[in-house]
């Protein structure tokens, strides 16, 4: 696991979540760990592939998840927010990744993205892959969200 | 009216798509993965398309390149947070018209939009 892979991530979700939401957003933390599992009750799970492969999981909690869905819907009733937070917070998965796959790719190469996958709840199991994953913890006045990356070189 | 088609598995990217261009366009599809994109582009014809890339089932470059066999005049404005620039140079030399880059200024989408049917002075 390279520590700058982590860069190219803290840049695009400052960017997103200033385009999306108006949130400043900080770093709190940033740590190794033994995989990607999340440790928040709602999970994004983007997989990657191409040069560097991996998954990236983002995690953060129902009311910081309603409060980004709130502020990427302005004028929106409160039920019309409430179906579409999972979307709404997939789509900042997405467009982080996607901001930061452009460093991770460079000008040559193309990486891959699958679709986000969200999952909420505290009652679903997961197992996630040993990969040495970096662990982010960014911070705004609205919540704060954890980013787990756990990417690798792709061989051969 | 000219009429569109968004394709985008985000539901909340479609209502905002749907929120820019709806003065101005009539939105008469939308589509949330690639092969009911390929399906209901078919049946509905619309005049252009705002296209996602990262979407289930089919990618939005495979569902590009199905729009443009089917219909070569098709215009295509791809809405992607996949800015990667071989990405970018494969679909606009596939046939797409405009590139925008998510996140998006709501001008950024009109401004590609009209383009597409703004007449050109020679």
């Given at each position: 696991?390279?520590?700058?892979?982590?860069?190219?991530?803290?840049?695009?979700?400052?960017?997103?979540?200033?385009?999306?939401?108006?949130?400043?957003?900080?770093?709190?933390?940033?740590?190794?760990?033994?995989?990607?599992?999340?440790?928040?009750?709602?999970?994004?799970?983007?997989?990657?592939?191409?040069?560097?492969?991996?998954?990236?999981?983002?995690?953060?909690?129902?009311?910081?998840?309603?409060?980004?869905?709130?502020?990427?819907?302005?004028?929106?009733?409160?039920?019309?927010?409430?179906?579409?937070?999972?979307?709404?917070?997939?789509?900042?998965?997405?467009?982080?990744?996607?901001?930061?796959?452009?460093?991770?790719?460079?000008?040559?190469?193309?990486?891959?993205?699958?679709?986000?996958?969200?999952?909420?709840?505290?009652?679903?199991?997961?197992?996630?892959?040993?990969?040495?994953?970096?662990?982010?913890?960014?911070?705004?006045?609205?919540?704060?969200?954890?980013?787990?990356?756990?990417?690798?070189?792709?061989?051969? | 009216?000219?009429?569109?088609?968004?394709?985008?598995?985000?539901?909340?990217?479609?209502?905002?798509?749907?929120?820019?261009?709806?003065?101005?366009?009539?939105?008469?599809?939308?589509?949330?993965?690639?092969?009911?994109?390929?399906?209901?582009?078919?049946?509905?014809?619309?005049?252009?398309?705002?296209?996602?890339?990262?979407?289930?089932?089919?990618?939005?470059?495979?569902?590009?390149?199905?729009?443009?066999?089917?219909?070569?005049?098709?215009?295509?404005?791809?809405?992607?947070?996949?800015?990667?620039?071989?990405?970018?140079?494969?679909?606009?030399?596939?046939?797409?018209k405009d590139f925008v880059v998510k996140p998006f200024d709501p001008e950024?989408?009109?401004?590609?939009?009209?383009?597409?049917?703004?007449?050109?002075?020679?």
């Open positions: 696991m390279k520590a700058e892979y982590a860069n190219p991530f803290i840049r695009a979700a400052s960017e997103v979540f200033a385009h999306e939401t108006h949130l400043k957003m900080t770093r709190k933390s940033l740590e190794l760990r033994k995989s990607p599992m999340p440790s928040r009750p709602i999970c994004i799970i983007l997989g990657i592939t191409g040069p560097i492969r991996g998954q990236v999981v983002y995690s953060l909690d129902e009311g910081f998840a309603y409060e980004v869905a709130k502020m990427m819907l302005p004028g929106k009733l409160p039920a019309e927010i409430k179906k579409l937070t999972n979307s709404a917070i997939s789509e900042i998965a997405n467009m982080i990744t996607g901001k930061a796959s452009i460093d991770l790719a460079g000008e040559d190469h193309t990486i891959e993205l699958t679709p986000p996958a969200v999952f909420t709840g505290e009652r679903f199991h997961m197992d996630f892959l040993s990969i040495p994953t970096i662990s982010l913890s960014l911070i705004s006045e609205a919540g704060s969200i954890e980013i787990n990356i756990a990417l690798t070189e792709a061989q051969g | 009216m000219k009429t569109a088609m968004i394709i985008d598995d985000a539901a909340v990217m479609r209502l905002r798509l749907r929120d820019i261009l709806e003065p101005r366009y009539e939105i008469i599809a939308e589509a949330e993965d690639g092969v009911q994109a390929l399906s209901l582009y078919n049946q509905c014809r619309p005049d252009f398309v705002t296209l996602d890339i990262t979407m289930p089932k089919i990618d939005g470059i495979a569902v590009l390149q199905g729009i443009l066999l089917n219909n070569p005049q098709a215009k295509v404005v791809i809405v992607s947070a996949v800015g990667q620039k071989q990405t970018v140079f494969k679909a606009l030399s596939l046939g797409a950024r989408v009109r401004t590609a939009v009209d383009r597409l049917f703004a007449k050109t002075l020679t």
